[in-house]
């Protein structure tokens, strides 16, 4: 699930950046540009988490639908979905020892170098507050560094080399104020963080050196409406490049940025007309918004939740010995049809339900929503209800399966991580397991879980009005082989 959420998140900024580069990078709007790239990271970061029903939908019923959905609807090997019981998963433990997630650590590992970065250069910006204030106002103040050529602004503070000329000095002066008043460093900050929890994630540092380029745009183009363009060209070739280098402050002597710099003041004012480019993040919104609810990893666990409490209601009435009517026997069909993926044919008419002197009538298998008596375990013989006895006979199967499945036997056959074995079996009229039957991703899982679950002991059968009756199961059997 994780995993699947990082590769959205790398996909949806990567497609933003496209979009940048493609069609908005060479434009004048400074400012609508260091918005987009403000916001779109964020965006990629809540997208995965929308899920929009409609859109979900919109393919519903439609061959062309196949290719949204990640998950099949789950194949019943020999049985009606409805009909089988979904024990809770067993989780096997190898005999291993500690194993430590190496995932996990190599995560924080990063995460903490990355802080500890973060603190490094919090701890050299710290140093120079220490130095005399030049000027201090309601908006800004100005720390002059002696013996430094340094020109750089961080939130409301402009730092100046002592070693600048006055001419220098003003016209710096000029830039870092664009970049106080318009909170530029606040913008830096976002991503400082973002690179600590995404570390690992290249397009956030991309995306923080194009907003960079893109304040000193907009510092550029404020700061050369006021003073001459030719002094101010000469000034940005002329100056000496030796400052530090924090990347959440603005620097006014960036080498990398100089020549994209003036390029940029030389050039002409984009047409207003251009700003409609801006429109087709529209359309990929909607293609990321499709994807998503498209998508949804949890819409099939939600889905299986859902009909588990239906049948659960329905069986719950049975129980307490309520007859059926028809409305709620076709309720009971389209819960089965919605199990197995398929629209379901209308529903028969449901059978009387058999007087005590009615008792001709013979059942083979019976859906376990609806069966009298469930099969019972031996140790559960003493427990009077349906209810108690599945708890039961869960917790049963549960010890007897992770006391005798041998995850060394198939060690070398499983992958490194999570493996699944599903199997499905019935219990038989006579109280035994058979027909059981598994899916796995290496034949040999297979094998073992057939083994296991056929060398469950005879059990008392299910009931139904007084008859015993088969009733099948299906049963999820989780272990690890080394890290996850």
Same mark, same amino acid.
């Given at each position: 699930?994780?995993?699947?959420?990082?590769?959205?998140?790398?996909?949806?900024?990567?497609?933003?950046?496209?979009?940048?580069?493609?069609?908005?990078?060479?434009?004048?709007?400074?400012?609508?540009?260091?918005?987009?790239?403000?916001?779109?990271?964020?965006?990629?970061?809540?997208?995965?988490?929308?899920?929009?029903?409609?859109?979900?939908?919109?393919?519903?019923?439609?061959?062309?639908?196949?290719?949204?959905?990640?998950?099949?609807?789950?194949?019943?090997?020999?049985?009606? %979905?409805? %009909?089988?019981?979904?024990?809770?998963?067993?989780?096997?433990?190898?005999?291993?020892?500690?194993?430590?997630?190496?995932?996990?650590?190599?995560?924080?590992?990063?995460?903490?170098?990355?802080?500890?970065?973060?603190?490094?250069?919090?701890?050299?910006?710290?140093?120079?507050?220490?130095?005399?204030?030049?000027?201090?106002?309601?908006?800004?103040?100005?720390?002059?560094?002696?013996?430094?050529?340094?020109?750089?602004?961080?939130?409301?503070?402009?730092?100046?080399?002592?070693?600048?000329?006055?001419?220098?000095?003003?016209?710096?002066?000029?830039?870092?104020?664009?970049?106080?008043?318009?909170?530029?460093?606040?913008?830096?900050?976002?991503?400082?963080?973002?690179?600590?929890?995404?570390?690992?994630?290249?397009?956030?540092?991309?995306?923080?050196?194009?907003?960079?380029?893109?304040?000193?745009?907009?510092?550029?183009?404020?700061?050369?409406?006021?003073?001459?363009?030719?002094?101010?060209?000469?000034?940005?070739?002329?100056?000496?490049?030796?400052?530090?280098?924090?990347?959440?402050?603005?620097?006014?002597?960036?080498?990398?940025?100089?020549?994209?710099?003036?390029?940029?003041?030389?050039?002409?004012?984009?047409?207003?007309?251009?700003?409609?480019?801006?429109?087709?993040?529209?359309?990929?919104? %909607?293609?990321?918004?499709?994807?998503?609810?498209?998508?949804?990893?949890?819409?099939?666990?939600?889905?299986?939740?859902?009909?588990?409490?239906?049948? +659960?209601?329905?069986?719950?009435?049975?129980?307490?010995?309520?007859?059926?009517?028809?409305?709620?026997?076709?309720?009971?069909?389209?819960?089965? %049809?919605? +199990?197995?993926?398929?629209?379901?044919?209308?529903?028969?008419?449901?059978?009387?339900?058999?007087?005590?002197?009615?008792?001709?009538?013979?059942?083979?298998?019976?859906?376990?929503?609806?069966?009298?008596?469930?099969?019972?375990?031996?140790?559960?013989?003493?427990?009077?209800?349906?209810?108690?006895?599945?708890?039961?006979?869960?917790?049963?199967?549960?010890?007897?399966?992770?006391?005798?499945?041998?995850?060394?036997?198939?060690?070398?056959?499983?992958?490194?991580?999570?493996?699944?074995?599903?199997?499905?079996?019935?219990?038989?009229?006579?109280?035994?397991?058979?027909? +059981?039957?598994?899916?796995? +991703?290496?034949?040999?899982?297979?094998?073992?879980?057939?083994?296991?679950?056929?060398?469950?002991?005879?059990?008392?059968?299910?009931?139904?009005?007084?008859?015993?009756?088969?009733?099948?199961?299906?049963?999820?059997?989780?272990?690890?082989?080394?890290?996850?």
């Amino acid at each position: 699930m994780m995993l699947h959420y990082i590769l959205q998140i790398l996909i949806f900024q990567l497609l933003f950046l496209v979009l940048y580069e493609l069609f908005l990078k060479r434009e004048t709007f400074f400012s609508s540009n260091r918005w987009y790239l403000l916001i779109t990271p964020l965006i990629s970061l809540l997208l995965p988490f929308v899920k929009l029903d409609f859109l979900g939908g919109f393919f519903e019923g439609t061959p062309a639908a196949s290719w949204s959905n990640v998950l099949l609807p789950e194949v019943y090997l020999g049985a009606e %979905a409805g %009909a089988v019981e979904t024990l809770p998963e067993v989780h096997l433990q190898e005999n291993q020892g500690f194993q430590p997630n190496w995932w996990l650590i190599a995560y924080f590992s990063g995460f903490i170098i990355s802080l500890i970065l973060l603190l490094r250069k919090s701890f050299s910006l710290w140093r120079l507050f220490r130095f005399k204030k030049k000027a201090e106002s309601r908006h800004f103040r100005l720390i002059e560094v002696p013996k430094s050529r340094v020109a750089f602004s961080f939130y409301k503070t402009v730092f100046l080399g002592a070693d600048l000329s006055e001419t220098e000095k003003q016209q710096i002066l000029l830039h870092e104020l664009v970049h106080v008043k318009q909170l530029h460093s606040l913008d830096l900050l976002l991503f400082e963080v973002l690179k600590i929890i995404f570390w690992f994630n290249p397009l956030v540092y991309i995306f923080q050196q194009k907003i960079a380029m893109q304040h000193e745009f907009l510092a550029d183009d404020k700061a050369s409406k006021t003073l001459e363009k030719k002094s101010y060209f000469e000034q940005l070739l002329n100056t000496a490049f030796n400052t530090q280098q924090i990347s959440f402050t603005n620097q006014f002597f960036n080498h990398s940025l100089i020549k994209k710099r003036i390029i940029m003041l030389q050039k002409s004012k984009s047409k207003s007309i251009a700003k409609f480019k801006f429109l087709i993040i529209v359309p990929l919104l %909607a293609v990321m918004l499709m994807y998503v609810s498209c998508s949804d990893d949890s819409d099939g666990m939600n889905n299986e939740d859902s009909i588990s409490e239906k049948l +659960a209601e329905i069986k719950e009435a049975v129980d307490n010995g309520k007859e059926l009517n028809e409305e709620e026997v076709k309720q009971l069909a389209e819960i089965m %049809a919605e +199990a197995k993926g398929f629209v379901p044919p209308t529903p028969p008419t449901p059978p009387e339900s058999p007087s005590k002197s009615e008792s001709s009538q013979t059942y083979e298998d019976v859906p376990y929503a609806v069966v009298d008596e469930v099969p019972v375990f031996s140790g559960c013989e003493d427990l009077g209800s349906n209810e108690e006895r599945k708890n039961c006979m869960t917790s049963k199967i549960t010890e007897f399966v992770s006391d005798n499945f041998n995850t060394d036997k198939v060690k070398e056959f499983a992958k490194p991580g999570v493996n699944r074995v599903i199997v499905q079996f019935k219990i038989d009229k006579t109280g035994k397991v058979v027909n +059981a039957k598994a899916r796995a +991703a290496e034949p040999e899982l297979e094998k073992e879980g057939i083994r296991v679950i056929s060398s469950i002991p005879d059990m008392e059968p299910g009931k139904q009005d007084g008859q015993n009756v088969g009733v099948m199961y299906s049963l999820p059997i989780v272990f690890q082989i080394g890290d996850e």
